[in-house]
Nanobody, 124 residues
Framework: QVQLVESGGGLVQAGGSLRLSCAAS????????MGWFRQAPGKERDVVAA????????YYTDSVKGRFTISRDNAKNTVELQMNSLNAEDTAVYYC?????????????????WGQGTQVTVSL
């Protein structure tokens, strides 16, 4: 069993930056591919970024490419999402998730453990 706790969300002005962190307890995150998802009001939860078990491979949805960076520190048991040049469309609840896959996992069904989410609100 893995417990995931997100932090770092908040209110930021458009053009600003936030850094989300996901801390794990229970088991080492090095066993899992990891992902960040988000769910905006009235919309489905979608993948934002994903990283392989080793950290060598990453994936970004088109709308965040060049602005967001996913990283992991297996020694610290954390995964982070650096978000720059935020805009109103980035407003959502952001979730950290762990997958038993080794390679990048893009589908929600690939993930077995989820955090409770952290709210990110971008004001105009």
């Amino acid at each position: 069993q893995v417990q995931l706790v997100e932090s770092g969300g908040g209110l930021v002005q458009a053009g600003g930056s936030l850094r989300l962190s996901c801390a794990a307890s229970g088991r080492t995150l090095s066993r899992y591919a990891m992902g960040w998802f988000r769910q905006a009001p009235g919309k489905e939860r979608d993948v934002v970024a994903a990283i392989s078990q080793s950290g060598r491979n990453t994936y970004y949805t088109d709308s965040v490419k060049g602005r967001f960076t996913i990283s992991r520190d297996n020694a610290k048991n954390t995964v982070e999402l650096q978000m720059n040049s935020l805009n109103a469309e980035d407003t959502a609840v952001y979730y950290c998730a762990a997958s038993l896959r080794i390679a990048i996992a893009r589908a929600q069904s690939d993930y077995v453990y989820w955090g409770q989410g952290t709210q990110v609100t971008v004001s105009l």
